[in-house]
């Protein structure tokens, strides 16, 4: 695992950034695998800037998303799919058709789970995946004790994840979805290239566990330590327990 420590969250996305165009040169079809929240704003910014400048072309990209709240209507603004598509699609002008995502509404979303698993294998699976982190070390919604092996499924949340992303629900935790599908972990380390990103004071104790404590589910980022390319980009306020 290689870890950077970078002064700012705006380097730490100009820092990525720059890895996927530098991977978009070399294979303009790669398949990037996206996450939400707000770490990852920067990295969005600064690839935008890049294709908006000519210096990246994304015209064959593709984008596939990490995890998805089970029950939120697809258009719903905090649908992680709607969200992606706002923060990442459109500015980068990608179309939903060269979108993956596993299906939050299906009836079945244990087959829309393994479906999804099956799309990201047949898309030749993810070249680069970015990734924040929980406060409590999770990835995408794995969330402590989380099998390192598993695969899509659906999960519920812990109640700190919930109160943690209320802020995007009028602060209203009530509105916050109890389930979710997430790329499982052992997904997520099928990635070519795994990027970690995260920034902030609130990150620190959570990245000083995935970096140098025990490999362990009870973090599911320390899972990172077992991938053989796995980059962890930190601010120096997320590397302060370092
Ligand atoms: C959610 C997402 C994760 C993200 C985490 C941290 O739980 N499922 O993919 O890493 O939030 O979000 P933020 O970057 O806003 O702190």
New binding site residues.
């Given amino acids: 695992m290689e870890v950077v420590i970078v002064p700012d969250a705006k380097a730490g996305g100009e820092l990525i950034a720059e890895a996927m165009a530098k991977l978009l040169g070399r294979k303009p079809d790669a398949v990037l695998g996206v996450?939400?929240?707000?770490?990852?704003l920067p990295v969005y910014e600064a690839l935008t800037a890049k294709v908006r400048s000519g210096a990246v072309d994304v015209s064959r990209a593709r984008i596939a998303q990490?995890?998805e709240y089970v029950g939120l209507p697809a258009a719903h603004p905090e649908s992680?799919r709607s969200v992606l598509r706002r923060e990442v699609l459109e500015p980068l002008g990608i179309g939903m058709d060269a979108f993956l995502g596993p299906d939050g509404e299906a009836a079945d979303v244990r087959a829309a789970c393994e479906a999804y698993d099956r799309a990201l294998a047949a898309a030749g699976g993810v070249d680069l995946q970015l990734?924040?982190?929980?406060?409590d070390g999770?990835?995408?919604?794995n969330e402590p004790c989380s099998s390192l092996a598993s695969r899509t499924r659906i999960k519920t949340?812990t109640e700190q994840?919930r109160v943690?992303?209320a802020r995007f629900f009028d602060g209203d935790v009530e509105q916050v979805p109890h389930h979710?599908i997430?790329q499982g972990i052992g997904t997520i380390l099928e990635a070519r290239h795994l990027v970690l990103?995260?920034?902030?004071e609130?990150?620190a104790d959570a990245v000083a566990a995935t970096v140098e404590g025990p490999v362990a589910a009870v973090c599911p980022a320390s899972a990172l330590q077992l991938h053989p390319h796995a980059t962890v980009v930190v601010d120096e306020a997320a590397a302060s327990k370092l």
């Fill in positions: 996450a939400t929240g707000s770490t990852p990490l995890d992680y990734l924040g982190i929980g406060t999770h990835i995408g919604f949340l994840t943690d992303n979710v997430t990103l995260a920034t902030g609130g990150k």
